[in-house]
């Protein structure tokens, strides 16, 4: 009977206890947050501690072939924003000077949106003070391509694991 209603309330449908609240933060991905933890022990107080593993179990989602998921990935890329990407890079000293390019670095191309990484929020703060000219020589550069460029803290520990170059 408790089968029964564990599984009228769709909750595998509704992705209800998928850990997608902490995944926006690299370092706590996989790790419960108050709310997931909160929904688990409702479950866990629901089916008894002995039945918790097997039902949290049934109620996540399918796990997914590597192939299909490479696939998706690699089909959504567009070889013109690597190259372009790689480009900027290359050249990005030329486009910032010589003084910025210690403190930022273009990291990814969303459709027409250059995402530049700042190492420090003061850094930041001058940065998109000066996000028109950035973005009018990246525009010139890009050939139209490239329309607009947003500014975004790196993560604290990039620059220690060598990760942010500059």
């Known amino acids: 009977m408790e089968d029964e209603k564990l ?8 992705g209800w206890l ?11 991905y996989g790790i419960p947050s108050a ?8 479950i866990e ?9 097997e039902v949290f179990a049934s109620f996540r989602p399918e796990p997914v072939a590597i192939g ?6 690699v089909s959504s890329v567009s070889v013109q924003q690597i190259s372009l990407l790689d480009s900027l890079k290359k050249d ?9 390019v210690k403190q930022c670095q273009p990291c990814a191309i969303s459709g027409s949106l250059l995402r530049i990484e700042v190492y420090a ?5 001058i940065l998109k003070s000066q996000s028109k ?34």
């Open 7 to 14: 599984k009228s309330l769709h909750l595998k449908r509704n």
């Open 18 to 28: 998928s850990r997608k609240d902490n995944r926006q933060a690299g370092e706590f």
């Open 35 to 42: 709310r997931e933890r909160e929904r688990e022990a409702v």
């Open 45 to 53: 107080d629901w089916v008894g501690e002995e039945r918790r593993a």
């Open 68 to 73: 299909s998921v490479a696939a998706s990935i």
């Open 92 to 100: 990005w000293e030329s486009i910032v000077g010589a003084v910025n």
């Open 121 to 125: 929020s003061t850094w930041l703060y």
């Open 133 to 166: 000219i950035i973005q009018g020589r990246v525009e010139a550069y890009s050939n139209g391509a490239i329309k607009a460029v947003a500014f975004m803290a790196a993560r604290a520990n990039r620059k220690e694991r060598g990760i942010f170059k500059n």
